[in-house]
C-alpha cells in the first residue's frame, strides 16, 4: 500500500483531526445568524450552506456534549409541535416564524458555538513543567516500525539529546497487550510515559465497550508508578466519535493529559511521511521526534547526544 495522495491526506487530516468538526459548527452559527437576519433569495443558499456544514461537524469524530445534543433535540420538538398547532403549511418546516423563528435559529447557533467551546481545548498540547530527561514509551509499529533496524523516533531522541528512553513498543500492539509493556518498564526510574497505543484495536473493529474496558485497565496500571502519563489522542476515522469519547473520558478519570490528534496527524499527514498512510518512514519518524522533543522541552538536537535507548522485549515462551 502507497502513501495516500496530498487531497486523501489533506480530507485525513481535516476531519479525522477535528478541523472540520471546529469549521463545520462555526460556520453552521454563522448561518443561522445570518438567517435571523436576511430575508429573499439568499436564504436558500444560507440553508443550504448551513446544512452542508452541520453534516461535516457530525462526520467528525469528534464528540458532541450530550447536554448540547438534548437540547437540539428539545428545540427541534418545541418547533415541532408549535407549527403543528398553527397548522402551518409543510414547506415552512425550517424554523418557527417571526421572532420565534429569530430566537430559535440564535438558540441553534449558541449551542454550535458552546459545542465548539467544549472542544477547543482538546485541540491544545499538554505542557510539561520542567525539561523531561528520562522517559518511558509503550506504543505499536507507529513508534516501534515495522523492522528491527528502523531508526525510530525513540532512537533518534535519544541519540540527539541527553534524554533517557526506555522504549517496549512492539510491532501489533494492542490496549490489552500493552500492559506487557508496562510491566516491563515497572522497574526503570522514568519522569515521564508516552502511551502511543489503540489504532490496532481500532482497525480491528474491537467493540466499544472492550476498547473502555481494555483502556481502562492500561491505564489504571501505569498509575502505579511515580510516572507522569501522556497520551497521544487516537486518529479517528469519520463517525467514529464514540471511541473519542470513550479516550477522553477514561484519560480524565486517571488525569492523564491527550496530545490532540491534529498534531499526531500533522506527523501522519505530512509529505513523505508514511509508507503506507499509516506507518511511518524515516521523515515520519523524525518529525514525530520533532513532536515529542518539543512536548519534553528537550530543546533544540544535540550534535554530540548524550541520552541512552534502552528497548525492552517480553519474554518469549520456551519451547517444550
Not at 121 to 131: A, I, K, R
Not at 205 to 223: C, H, I, K, M, S
Request: aromatic residues 8%; glycine residues 8%; contains cysteine.
Amino acid at each position: 500500500m502507497d502513501e495516500p495522495n496530498i487531497f486523501l491526506r489533506w480530507a485525513m487530516y481535516h476531519f479525522a483531526g477535528g478541523d472540520a468538526y471546529l469549521l463545520g459548527l462555526t460556520a453552521f452559527a454563522a448561518a443561522q445568524v445570518a438567517l435571523s437576519r436576511t430575508s429573499g433569495k439568499g436564504r436558500r443558499w444560507l440553508i443550504i450552506g448551513g446544512r452542508i456544514s452541520l453534516i461535516c461537524a457530525i462526520a467528525d469524530p469528534s464528540p458532541i456534549p450530550w447536554l448540547v445534543i438534548a437540547a437540539f433535540v428539545l428545540l427541534l420538538l418545541i418547533a415541532i409541535v408549535g407549527r403543528f398547532r398553527k397548522r402551518q403549511p409543510a414547506e415552512s418546516t425550517e424554523a418557527p416564524s417571526g421572532g420565534k423563528g429569530h430566537s430559535f435559529r440564535l438558540a441553534l447557533a449558541g449551542l454550535a458555538i458552546v459545542a465548539v467551546l467544549c472542544e477547543i481545548p482538546y485541540h491544545f498540547s499538554p505542557s510539561l513543567t520542567s525539561t523531561v530527561k528520562t522517559l518511558a514509551v509503550v506504543g505499536d509499529s507507529v513508534t516501534a516500525g515495522l523492522n528491527d533496524g528502523e531508526d525510530t523516533w525513540p532512537k533518534q531522541l535519544a541519540r540527539t539529546s541527553k534524554v533517557q528512553v526506555f522504549d517496549a513498543s512492539q510491532p501489533g500492539a494492542t490496549l490489552k497487550s500493552a500492559g506487557q509493556q508496562v510491566e516491563l518498564l515497572n522497574s526503570q526510574a522514568a519522569e515521564v510515559l508516552i502511551l502511543e497505543i489503540g489504532g490496532n484495536d481500532l482497525l480491528e473493529g474491537l467493540p466499544v465497550a472492550d476498547f473502555e474496558r481494555n483502556l481502562d485497565r492500561l491505564l489504571a496500571e501505569t498509575q502505579k508508578q511515580q510516572w507522569q502519563v501522556v497520551m497521544f489522542e487516537l486518529p479517528l476515522p469519520p463517525l467514529a466519535a464514540r471511541y473519542c469519547e470513550v479516550q477522553r473520558r477514561v484519560a480524565t478519570r486517571y488525569q492523564v493529559p491527550l496530545i490532540p490528534r491534529r498534531q499526531f496527524l500533522r506527523v501522519l499527514t505530512g509529505d513523505g511521511c508514511t509508507v503506507d498512510g499509516i506507518h511511518l518512514s524515516v521523515r515520519g519518524q523524525t518529525r514525530m521526534m520533532q513532536l515529542v522533543r518539543n512536548l519534553l522541552n528537550v530543546g533544540d538536537p544535540l550534535n554530540d547526544g548524550t541520552g541512552e535507548y534502552r528497548h525492552f522485549e517480553p519474554p518469549r515462551p520456551r519451547r517444550q
